[in-house]
Each structure stands twice: as structure tokens, then as C-alpha cells.
């Protein structure tokens, strides 16, 4: 097989991949991807379990050591078909807390402390590095494989710029479709798609090669079990301890691996995908797994004495002339290193921007001067954590040279994550369970891992010195890393596996019987532990009233964007029974905005910056009596009056508001009629006066001209003021007739500036528009909407106090309706009167200064709502700012369609 | 029948109790059979037993998966029709 060809076929198969991810996205953000979140798609992308190492390395480790290889998919056989055990608590807290990643959960378990994150952090980065470095050495071997089978004189390509490569072409992929966004619960449907098409094509390659075993190089399963018997493998003797241990270790494994909870947890889109999953993955299992035992006696048969066992796949087929098929496994055994290092790369990118790179920059930039789009940070801080990620792996390659066995690489890394296992399971299962416990276990399980396992795998002489093999550190005899605490002739991997889980275990339940928890560490503890008990969300005793929800909403924004916050605070007001976006700052909305915000940054730093803001968390004596076991069933019957009472605490407040408007209107009104009578009475009594001179006569004719004049502009004034009120009445009855036509929103805005412009001309304005986003064709009433607009406009420039003046129209089109926002820097709107201001007859500053009777704004209202959208005031904009929204194609008016 | 209709809710639920005690005890099962092995496989160490050895695990585990698969049904539409409060005091 010619090398340019291989090489082709691997660029055709990313560039599907990168095409099946982008059209998925796509989707997905049309809302037309349903059927691609089914339980089938979940099963298949938890098939990342099986990378490289199962693919070409299983063959391998049965060659070497028979049936073992099949405990790395016992284990997880068994955690999956006891679902209801673990997975189901763990997907479901994962689900309500808006988990980013396994280190979030067990940082937001043990009272959002941000130490345990960083640990859990560590320990993910230093044990997944090798692994991600077993899969580019993968790739390069096969590549390696085809290379020296060519028989076009091609020589082994240079492996180290192969590894550079595929290692920069993964982060491309990883960056570009792993970091779209931030929001939406941390969920990649575009990579999990791609995924599991790789699941799929591994699947097939393999069964592919298992089948052209069994039935076209040998005879039938009969011949197998014949030819097993023969084998060398047959002499395979099972290690007890070996066996029961790698069972307990990749199942604990399947839980904590950074990638399975990733796939497992975060970007579970439903619970019930779960079921389905409990017991399809294991068949997949064991659909991979089949074909192993007889690819490898096989292959030890008619290979070469002295072939890479852990390369039959390949070779296998190609030694018999099948390259087609050697193609196929060469492209499975290409999608399990791809998919695994993906997935895993953007968990730990996730990780590492939440728990090291936010809090360091929380903790480094000048207090409260947040400035610029968070979100941007964030984002910017994962790709580069994407890009450090691989570049570890690809740097602990070249140094390694690559040589070791596959298997053994595959162990190590899964010892040094098993060592989460007590921290989480504590976590979810025992509300004793402390912070210090935790960090105590993880810490001590760690430093074993690494002493006794990590450090010597590069090799006596490598990272240790071999003195320490022999004599232990100092001389100290009994802290030799094979031999910790003199016990010896252990298997290197169970005796490193057993002293990191047992001391880990010890630690952190002794840590957390001696340890007190704090108040968030409890009540957190209490959510995690009886997750099913408490479906309701538990607000956590913010203290009410400290936090301004403007300067939230400022907050938000820059996490969220622009939109999402603008959309989650006006939802959040909403259910309080308020109109516009700021709800009240009620412990239930500071604690719903933090799980917000979580989900795109952590709980940690979600906590620390609402904390800034709204002030420490208090528990209060109603968390601590939930807290009481004993008291739940009271608690239950209370929680039930209080939710009355919110409800009744809603009404009221709704009533309250209500109650307080009616009476300003009512003041406003008193102030109007006096307002009116005074407005019409002025130009009533000179029109009186002149009249009552030019009816004496005699006087010249010029003066009779002048005081007509007069007479006639104080009409014209009366007019336009009955206008104005005509105006209001018939828009708010309905009866207006629409000119509905096609217009073009850009020329509309320049018609509405240039109208505008009459008000104040003495100011110059500084103003911003988007024309390539104002090229709309809307069918509405141009007319009507210019008198919207120029409204908008002109108070602007009557209103906006800042020494340089700017206007900013920003016009967006989202789905049927359009948005037009009218923004200026000026100090904006008192929170107190931004109810106010669309009511008739309101006016903010004195009359003399508006110049007109207070009507303008009222009739902005009515008019949109004859045009089928709304205008409304947009807080924390940095100035005072109004949205427009109005529906792309106006039918008819909305009346006439009540009607 | 219409007398026994009370009898027969009663038994559905508790019929989806022991459904959950039997998703509880299947990885306990499973863990017990892939443990086997280790019994009489270094007794018999001149035998040359890999092979049947394999068909036990990968038949064990296939009967796991069906097993696990019946019992996945009748969970889903239970923690479907009843929200997931009740059941743990159940």
C-alpha cells in the first residue's frame, strides 16, 4: 500500500469528521438536532474508554499475559449494569449542580473550595499526559507499519514530526469545535457526533479483522478453541491479585477518568440515556473484546517470531495480502487515538481554565475594576490550555522515545485517577465526608502514586536513582518503591495500587471523622448526598438586599454574553411576577444565577464572584434544622407552607407594585391636568388678547399681520398638543390604520437620524451603526416605526449629559423578530424610574428642558404595540439604553387578528 | 376486579421495588461470577484451560448484559412516572 495513499485516506477521514462536527453544530444551533442527543449517540461516545490501547494494545497484553486483558472491561461491565448504584446519583448531581468537569464536582462537593480543584487538577493533568502520549505513539507506529511494508521504497517517515503532526492537527479539531462556546451546560454536540462515527468505524475495523481471522485464515470458532489450546497463550496462569485488582481498578477507572466523566456526566443530555447505556456500552465491551484471544493466537502463529504483538491488527491483514482490510484497521485503530485524545484534552482544558487560570486571574486583577468581556478570557485560556495539554503529551513522548509496552502505560494512568475514587464516592454516599479529609486522601494517594509507580515506570536510573531501587530513599530500607513498607514480591502495579488506595482511603477517613465541615461544605454535602430527597433548588442564604442586580446583570453579561443574560435575568424577573430584567436579588435568584454561571465556569469561581458582590453566604437556622436528619419530616410539611407563602409574598409584591404605580399615576395625573390646563391656558389667553386688539381696529396693517402670526402659531401649538393625545387615543384603542409595506431598515435608521438631527442641532453626536447588519427587508409601517425611532433618537440627544456624545444602533435578527437597540453613554436612568417612564404625562427631568408634554415615549409604546413587537428599556448598558423588538413580516395588525 | 384494583397497585410498586433491589444486586452477581476463576484456576494449573476459561467469562457476561437490559425497561418508565423523591425512602 503505497504511503500517499494512507496519508490521503487519513486527511479524507478528518476532513469528515470536521464535516460531520460542523454540520452538527449547525444543527444543533437551529434546534433541529433532537434525534442526534438519543441514547444511541450517548453509548457510543462513552466508547472513548476504549482508545488506542484497547484497539492495538489488547491483542498485545493477551499475547503476553492471556485472558487478563479482559478485566480492563469487566470492571466497567460491572459499574454499568449496577447503574442504579452509582452512575444514576452521580449523572443526576452532575445534571442539577451544572457539573463542569470531575474536578468541579469534587471541588463543589466539599464546599466549593478551589484547593481541591486545583489537586483534583494535577493529578487528572499528570496522569493523562502519558496516556495522551501513548496515542500519538499509536498513530505513529502504524503509520511506522505501513511505511515499512510499502514495497515503493518508502522509508520510515521520521516518527517524531509524524507525532507533530497528528498532534497539531487534534488540537486544531479540539479547538475548533471544543470551545464554540461557553453556555449551555459545557455541551459539545458536535463533538460527541464526531465521536461516535469514530465509535462506530473502531467497532467495525475490528470485528472486520476478527472475522477474517476466524473464518478466512482459520476454519471456524472450532479451529480457534483447537488452535488456542495449541498456543502459547495457553500458558497463561491468573495472578488472583493481579485479576480481582485490575477489575476494582478499571472499573474505578471508568468513573474517574477526566474523558468518562466528561462523556459520562457533563455532556449527558438525559437521564433516562443512561438505562439504555447500562447495558449496550458493556455489549459494546464485549463486541470490541471478542475478537482479541483469536487475533493474537493467530498472529502469533503466522507472524514472524519477534513481530509487535501489540501491531497484529495491522500486520495480521497485511501479511496476507489484504490491504484494504489493513486500511480499515488502520483507520479504527486512527479514531479511538483521535477520539480519546479530543475528549480528553478539552476535560482538562476545562479544568485547568476553572480552577487555575479564573482564580488566578479573580485573585490578580485590581479589585472590582472588571473590565472587558470575560467570556473571551475564558475561551482564550482553554484553547491555550488545549494546545498545553497536547503539547504535554506530545513533549512526554519525544522524551520517553516511545518504547514500553502499551499496556503498561494504560495501568499507570489509570491508578493515578483511581485515586479520586474515595473523594467521590465519599462524596456522594457519606455526609460526614470533610474538605480536609479530602485533600488529605488525595494528597497522600497522589505523592504514593507517583513515588511508587509514576517515577519508576521511566525506568531504573531514569527519574530515580537506582540506589533508591535497591536501598530506598537515604537508606531507609522500608520506602523502596517496590517494597513500600517491606512488603515484598507484590506485582509492581497491585503494590502500588494497593498502598495509594488503602492510605488514600485511611487518610480521608480519618481526615474527615477529626476534620469540622464549614456551613457551604455542609449544606453542599446534605445536596449532594440526598440528591433524589431534595428536587427542589436550596437556596443557600445569600444575604438579601447587598447585591444591586444591575451590577449582576453586569456581571453576567460578560460570562454569559450579551444575550443569554439579558434572556436568563428577564426569565428570573419574571417568575418573581416583575416586568423588565432585573429581578429582585432574593436568595433564590442569587442561587440560580450562581449555578448559572457554573456551568460556565465552575463552582468555585461562580461562588467567589457572587460573593463579591452579594457578600459572604450566611446559613441560616433553616439550613441548619434541614441539616437535622431527624427533622425532615417537619421540614417537609414547612417547606410546604413557605412555599405558600412565596407564593402569597409573590402576590403581594406584585399587588405592591401595582398599589405604587396606580398612585404615581395618579399624582402624575393630578400634575397633568394642572400641567394641561396651564399648557392650553397660555396660548388660549394670548390668542385672547391679540384677538381682543385687532377686534378694536385701527391699527397698521403690519401689526395686524404680526399679531395674526401669533395667534397662528399658538393655534398650531394647541393643535399639536390635541395631536399628541388624538394620537395616544387612537393607538391605544386600536383603531389606527397600518400602511403595511416592504421597507429597508438601514434607509429607515438614516431617515430617523437625519429627522432626529432638528432636536438640539447645536450637538454634535459620535454615532456607531452596523450597516452590513441594517441591510433587513422588513414588511411593517415605515412611518409608524421612524416615529418610534426618531422619538428614541431625539431623546437621546435631548437627555445624553456626556461631554463627547455617542450613539450606538445595534440592530440584530433573531429568527422572525428583529432588534434595534438605541444606546448613548450617558448616566442613563434611575433604577426607581425606569418603570415609570413609558407611562403618559412622565417626565424625569422639568418641563421647561423636555419641551413637550411627556407624551413621546407613551406613544413609542402603543405604536410597537400595534406593530406586533414592544420597546423597553435595557439596563446596565453603560448608558441609557432602549430595545426595539418588532416581528420580521407583519401580517395584519394585531387587533385585526383579535378581531 | 374492580374490588382488587387497589391490591393490584400495591403489588405493581412493590413488584418495582424488588426490580430496583435486583438492579442493585446484578453487579454483585456479576462481580461474584467474574470472580470464579480465581478459585480453580491456579489449582488446576497443568490444565490447559484458556479457552473454556473464555467462552465461561464472555457467557457470563453476555447473560449480565441481558439481564441488565430486561431490568433497564421497567426502571426508565418508573423513575419516568414518579419523580425520583419517593423511591429512595421506598
Not at chain 1, 407552607?641 to 407564593?647: A, G, H, I, N, T
Amino acid at each position: 500500500m503505497p504511503f500517499n495513499l494512507l496519508v490521503l485516506a487519513c486527511v479524507t477521514y478528518v476532513a469528515f469528521l470536521f464535516l460531520v462536527a460542523f454540520v452538527v453544530e449547525r444543527k444543533a444551533a437551529r434546534g433541529a438536532a433532537r434525534w442526534l442527543r438519543s441514547p444511541v449517540v450517548y453509548t457510543l461516545s462513552l466508547s472513548i474508554y476504549c482508545t488506542a490501547w484497547t484497539f492495538y494494545g489488547a491483542v498485545g497484553y493477551a499475547a503476553r499475559s492471556g485472558l487478563e486483558f479482559l478485566t480492563i472491561y469487566l470492571g466497567p461491565t460491572l459499574v454499568f449494569i449496577g447503574w442504579w448504584w452509582i452512575l444514576r446519583k452521580l449523572v443526576h448531581i452532575g445534571r442539577q449542580q451544572r457539573v463542569t468537569s470531575i474536578a468541579d464536582m469534587i471541588s463543589s462537593r466539599y464546599g466549593k473550595s478551589n484547593l481541591l480543584g486545583v489537586i483534583v487538577t494535577v493529578i487528572c493533568v499528570f496522569a493523562a499526559t502519558p496516556y495522551i502520549a501513548l496515542q500519538l505513539q499509536s498513530v505513529t507506529l502504524s503509520f511506522g507499519v505501513f511505511a515499512a511494508a510499502g514495497t515503493y521504497g518508502w522509508a520510515m517517515p521520521d516518527t517524531n514530526s509524524t507525532a507533530l503532526w497528528v498532534a497539531a492537527g487534534l488540537t486544531l479539531f479540539t479547538i475548533l469545535f471544543g470551545t464554540r462556546n461557553l453556555d449551555a451546560n459545557e455541551q459539545h454536540t458536535g463533538v460527541v457526533t464526531a465521536i461516535a462515527v469514530e465509535a462506530v468505524v473502531k467497532l467495525l475495523a475490528l470485528l472486520a479483522v476478527g472475522i477474517f481471522v476466524v473464518w478466512f485464515v482459520a476454519s471456524g470458532p472450532a479451529d480457534i478453541v483447537a488452535r488456542i489450546h495449541a498456543s502459547s497463550i495457553s500458558d497463561w496462569e491468573l495472578v488472583p491479585s493481579r485479576w480481582a485488582g485490575f477489575t476494582l481498578l478499571s472499573g474505578a477507572a471508568v468513573i474517574t477518568l477526566p474523558r468518562m466523566f466528561q462523556v459520562l456526566v457533563v455532556e449527558n443530555s438525559d437521564e433516562r440515556h443512561l438505562a439504555t447505556a447500562s447495558w449496550a456500552f458493556p455489549l459494546y465491551l464485549l463486541a470490541m473484546s471478542l475478537f482479541v484471544v483469536p487475533i493474537a493466537v493467530v498472529g502469533l502463529e503466522v507472524m514472524p517470531t519477534g513481530a509487535n504483538p501489540d501491531l497484529f491488527v495491522l500486520t495480521l491483514p497485511l501479511s496476507q495480502g489484504q490491504g484494504a482490510l489493513a486500511m480499515l484497521a488502520f483507520l479504527g485503530g486512527f479514531s479511538s487515538a483521535t477520539s480519546m485524545v479530543i475528549v480528553a484534552s478539552i476535560a482538562l482544558a476545562t479544568m485547568v481554565s476553572n480552577h487555575v487560570v479564573m482564580p488566578l486571574w479573580l485573585s490578580l486583577r485590581p479589585a472590582q475594576s472588571v473590565s472587558g468581556d470575560v467570556r473571551r478570557l475564558v475561551l482564550l485560556s482553554r484553547r491555550l490550555s488545549i494546545a498545553g495539554v497536547l503539547g504535554l503529551g506530545y513533549l512526554y513522548y519525544s522524551l520517553s522515545g516511545g518504547s514500553s509496552a502499551l499496556a503498561a502505560i494504560g495501568l499507570i494512568s489509570f491508578v493515578g485517577v483511581a485515586q479520586m475514587l474515595p473523594a467521590m464516592l465519599g462524596g456522594i454516599f457519606w455526609r460526614g465526608a470533610t474538605r480536609n479529609g479530602a485533600i488529605w486522601g488525595l494528597g497522600i494517594g497522589f505523592a504514593v502514586w507517583v513515588y511508587a509507580l509514576f517515577l519508576p515506570s521511566f525506568g531504573p536510573g531514569a527519574a530515580l536513582p537506582i540506589d533508591v531501587f535497591m536501598q530506598g530513599p537515604f537508606g531507609l530500607d522500608w520506602l523502596r518503591p517496590y517494597a513500600l513498607f517491606g512488603v515484598q514480591g507484590m506485582d509492581p502495579m497491585i503494590h502500588a495500587l494497593f498502598w495509594s488506595l488503602t492510605l488514600n482511603t485511611t487518610a480521608f477517613t480519618l481526615g474527615s471523622l477529626f476534620s469540622f465541615p464549614g456551613p457551604v461544605e455542609r449544606v453542599q454535602g446534605l445536596a449532594f448526598v440526598n440528591v433524589f430527597d431534595t428536587e427542589r433548588a436550596e437556596p443557600q442564604g445569600w444575604v438579601q438586599g447587598r447585591a444591586e442586580p444591575e451590577a449582576l446583570l453586569v456581571m453576567a453579561q460578560r460570562i454569559l454574553g450579551d444575550e443569554a443574560a439579558l434572556a436568563f435575568f428577564e426569565a428570573q424577573a419574571q417568575a418573581q411576577g416583575k416586568a423588565g430584567y432585573l429581578p429582585d436579588p432574593v436568595p433564590e435568584f442569587l442561587d440560580a444565577l450562581e449555578r448559572r454561571l457554573a456551568s460556565s465556569v465552575g463552582a468555585a469561581t461562580a461562588h467567589a464572584m457572587i460573593t463579591e458582590l452579594a457578600g459572604r453566604a450566611r446559613v441560616t437556622v433553616a439550613d441548619l434544622m434541614r441539616m437535622a436528619g431527624e427533622t425532615a419530616q417537619i421540614m417537609e410539611y414547612s417547606s410546604q407552607l413557605e412555599s405558600q407563602r412565596e407564593e402569597l409574598t409573590r402576590t403581594a409584591r406584585q399587588l405592591r407594585d401595582a398599589n405604587e404605580k396606580l398612585t404615581q399615576l395618579s399624582v402624575q395625573k393630578d400634575a397633568f391636568l394642572s400641567q394641561i390646563s396651564h399648557e392650553l391656558r397660555t396660548p388660549m389667553t394670548s390668542i385672547r388678547a391679540f384677538s381682543e386688539i385687532m377686534m378694536e381696529g385701527d391699527m397698521p396693517p403690519e401689526m395686524a399681520a404680526n399679531y395674526a402670526r401669533i395667534i397662528n402659531e399658538e393655534a398650531i401649538r394647541l393643535t399639536r398638543l390635541l395631536d399628541d393625545l388624538l394620537d395616544l387615543g387612537v393607538l391605544e384603542n386600536g383603531t389606527v390604520q397600518l400602511n403595511l409595506k416592504l421597507a429597508n431598515l438601514s434607509e429607515l435608521i438614516e431617515r430617523s437620524l437625519r429627522a432626529a438631527s432638528h432636536t438640539r442641532p447645536e450637538r454634535s453626536f459620535t454615532i456607531q451603526r452596523d450597516l452590513p447588519a441594517e441591510q433587513i427587508f422588513l414588511r411593517t409601517d415605515p412611518d409608524r416605526l421612524c416615529q418610534v425611532l426618531i422619538n428614541l433618537i431625539s431623546n437621546a440627544r435631548k437627555y445624553c449629559d456626556s461631554a463627547q456624545p455617542e450613539l450606538r444602533l445595534v440592530v440584530r435578527q433573531r429568527g422572525a423578530r428583529v432588534i434595534i437597540d438605541v444606546i448613548d453613554n450617558g448616566t442613563g436612568i434611575p433604577r426607581d424610574k425606569q418603570s415609570l417612564i413609558f407611562e403618559k404625562f412622565a417626565r424625569l427631568t422639568d418641563q421647561m428642558r423636555a419641551g413637550g408634554a411627556g407624551l413621546g415615549l407613551a406613544i413609542c409604546r402603543e405604536i410597537m404595540v400595534n406593530l406586533g413587537g414592544s420597546v423597553s428599556y435595557l439596563p446596565g448598558q453603560g448608558g441609557a439604553a432602549f430595545r426595539v423588538t418588532l416581528p420580521l413580516r407583519l401580517e395584519k395588525s394585531p387587533h385585526e387578528r383579535a378581531a | 376486579m374492580k374490588r382488587r384494583s387497589p391490591v393490584f397497585l400495591a403489588r405493581r410498586s412493590y413488584r418495582l421495588r424488588r426490580i430496583r433491589d435486583a438492579a442493585r444486586l446484578l453487579p454483585v452477581a456479576g462481580g461474584f461470577l467474574f470472580l470464579l476463576p480465581v478459585l480453580w484456576a491456579p489449582a488446576a494449573s497443568e490444565s490447559r484451560d484458556t479457552a473454556p476459561d473464555g467462552i465461561y467469562l464472555f457467557g457470563v457476561w453476555l447473560l449480565l448484559i441481558g439481564a441488565a437490559a430486561l431490568l433497564s425497561r421497567p426502571l426508565v418508565k418508573d423513575s419516568e412516572d414518579a419523580p425520583a423523591s419517593a423511591e429512595e425512602r421506598g
